[in-house]
């Protein structure tokens, strides 16, 4: 299994992006797959998760109402709609596969064992 993130880039607060997360085969595993994001002297945060099971999902308090967090298991790609966008959002967003089918409130960093290489968002006027 292998994660590719991309639609990251540079938007006015207030602006919207779409992320996607393209995975080489996550639909026959059905692993969850969540959203992080990092910025600058920060820790690792967790931004939303989806369950490829029931298609259940979470969201950090911080993005909820502003982010929407899809699937489309024909293309094997998990997407994240951003909307409203804030200078806090600017962050590396990273897609990771978790070790289990669904996701948790915590969203733990050692739930979650293969991760893509990042893209940047930059929220900036």
């Known amino acids: 299994l292998q994660l590719v993130e991309s639609g990251g880039g540079l938007v006015q607060p207030g602006g919207s992006l779409r992320l996607s997360c393209a995975a080489s085969e996550f639909t026959k595993h059905s692993r969850a797959i969540g959203w992080f994001r990092q910025a600058p002297g920060t820790d690792n945060e967790g931004v939303s998760c989806i369950s490829n099971r029931d298609f259940s999902t979470h969201y950090a308090d911080a993005v909820m109402g502003r982010f929407t967090i899809s699937t489309d298991n024909a293309k094997n790609t998990v997407y994240l709609q951003m909307n409203s966008l804030k200078p806090e959002d600017t962050a590396v967003y990273y897609c990771?596969?978790?070790?289990?089918?669904?996701?948790?409130?915590?969203?733990?960093?050692?739930?979650?064992?293969?991760w893509g290489q990042g893209t940047q968002v930059t929220v900036s006027s």
């Open positions: 990771a596969a978790s070790i289990y089918y669904a996701c948790s409130d915590r969203m733990s960093l050692s739930e979650f064992d293969i």
